[in-house]
């Protein structure tokens, strides 16, 4: 990359973006205002819509969407007759979980190994990042060729909808013709990737009562009926013996025709301790991007320490249920609630309430903006072939642009590759995948320019 002068001007910035990257990660922008401020995430959008003044956005606004979070949208004006490319990435992360578990602070970026630890490093506040140097390395070679919107997102990780609901109430806002998602990743690093699926998602809380207060467990236990244990028998219903999902209704047999994800090198990213077996059937792929998953996210009942000798009168737990494309996102949740309900033994009363939902995204990959960026690719990875690949999760906001711009193009790429361990602790985002892939949008807007 080095003889090219967009690649050496990337290279020279990128000292800025590890200081810019640490300021925002540093915000604790979790967008679940019943654990963590909301100045918090309100702080991380004015400094998104601060760097979108500084490089000459027009318009740039603070959105306030029907969730109660903000997005940031700007406008930055290219040559007359241009196309016009709509970048996102959201600025919202996950809980750090349990803090004592990082090897360093999750709201410092911290260096370790060469790699930058912090939330929100790779998924999504790198995707900020990576969009601001693409730019920048156009500015100062010759221009941007395209004019570019901007939408970075402040709910994406909740799946509350916010963003997609603002989009269909002022239509014309987010319209472009090519739009570049910053929230995928490579397949493994140095390896350019463009993700052309998502899984949808839904998720729905689920409470089982039985009792009107606890009860001693000696003197009760044995025929009044526990809540926390018809809960385990009704979560325990949505897996077969293999561990395949099994959603009442539900088809589990479609497959992958991308890439191959071969099983080694998934126990190796997934860090799978040894003995443990991987669960479903189908090859990986098949698995993780063309089926529907079921993870129990959480289950509310006594914690170990401090546990008394009761029968519990009530529990809950939130469910997560991934979706492929071809399965309806809404026709799923009524499938799951369905399933809950008539799964629950002993005529427990149960109540199951839809929390999120987001549907499933296809790409077109035959679009002129698929070939623009295997070229920018190819620069920004020499040696190289752009591969396609699924994704396990979601970006609700994909079918909702697809949905209002069906002639545009969409393309997924983005710095959350398996080292990146996004969700969990001690996320972290490689350098070199931010270097490259700056490159590479940089390249991909002057060949889309030209195409």
């Not at 730019?135 to 963003?163: C, D, F, Q, Y």
């Not at 603002?166 to 690093?189: C, M, S």
């Not at 499938?335 to 427990?348: D, F, I, K, N, V």
Request: hydrophobic share 40%; proline share 6%; charged share 20%.
């Amino acid at each position: 990359m080095s003889s090219n002068p967009v690649a050496e001007t990337v290279a020279s910035l990128m000292p800025k973006a590890k200081e810019e990257l640490t300021e925002l990660v540093a915000f604790k922008s979790v967008a679940d205002f019943d654990q963590f401020p909301r100045s918090e995430s309100e702080s991380a959008a004015r400094w998104v819509a601060d760097a979108l003044h500084a490089e000459g956005f027009q318009d740039v606004a603070l959105l306030d969407t029907p969730d109660g979070t903000q997005s940031v949208y700007g406008y930055l004006p290219g040559p007359e007759g241009a196309k016009t490319v709509l970048l996102y990435a959201h600025y919202d992360v996950q809980p750090p979980l349990d803090e004592a578990r990082w090897a360093t602070p999750p709201f410092e970026l911290t260096e370790r190994n060469g790699r930058w630890y912090g939330r929100g490093t790779a998924d999504c506040k790198g995707g900020v990042i990576m969009h601001l140097l693409a730019l920048r390395a156009l500015k100062a070679n010759g221009g941007v060729p395209v004019h570019v919107k901007v939408i970075a997102e402040g709910s994406e990780e909740m799946g509350t909808g916010g963003l997609e609901r603002y989009a269909e109430e002022h239509p014309e806002l987010l319209k472009a013709d090519t739009i570049v998602i910053g929230d995928a990743g490579n397949f493994r690093a140095g390896l350019p990737t463009v993700t052309t699926t998502l899984r949808g998602m839904t998720l729905v809380r689920v409470q089982v009562d039985t009792l009107e207060g606890n009860l001693h467990s000696g003197q009760f236990g044995g025929a009044a009926p526990d809540a926390l244990a018809a809960l385990v028998r009704v979560l325990d219903s949505l897996r077969a013996e293999d561990g395949t999902t099994t959603v009442d209704g539900l088809t589990h047999a479609t497959r992958w025709d991308g890439i191959e994800y071969a099983e080694d090198q998934f126990r190796k990213d997934a860090k799978v301790l040894d003995g443990v077996e991987l669960i479903g059937s189908g090859s990986v792929a098949d698995r993780i991007w063309a089926r529907p998953a079921v993870t129990v996210l959480g289950i509310d009942c006594p914690p170990v320490v401090g546990a008394t000798p009761s029968v519990q009168a009530s529990a809950r737990a939130l469910i997560s249920l991934r979706v492929p494309p071809g399965v309806d996102a809404a026709e799923a949740t009524k499938l799951l609630r369905a399933h809950l309900e008539t799964r629950t033994p002993w005529g427990a009363r149960v109540r199951t309430e839809q929390i999120g939902q987001g549907q499933a995204f296809r790409a077109d990959t035959s679009s002129p903006a698929y070939a623009a960026m295997a070229e920018a690719m190819a620069v920004a990875y020499p040696g190289q072939e752009m591969q396609y690949a699924g994704q396990g999760g979601s970006i609700p906001l994909c079918n909702t642009l697809a949905s209002l711009y069906p002639q545009s193009e969409i393309l997924l790429i983005g710095l959350s590759e398996p080292e990146a361990q996004i969700h969990a602790v001690n996320e972290s985002v490689s350098p070199q995948e931010l270097e490259r892939l700056s490159v590479a949008e940089a390249m991909f807007l002057r060949n889309y320019a030209a195409s």
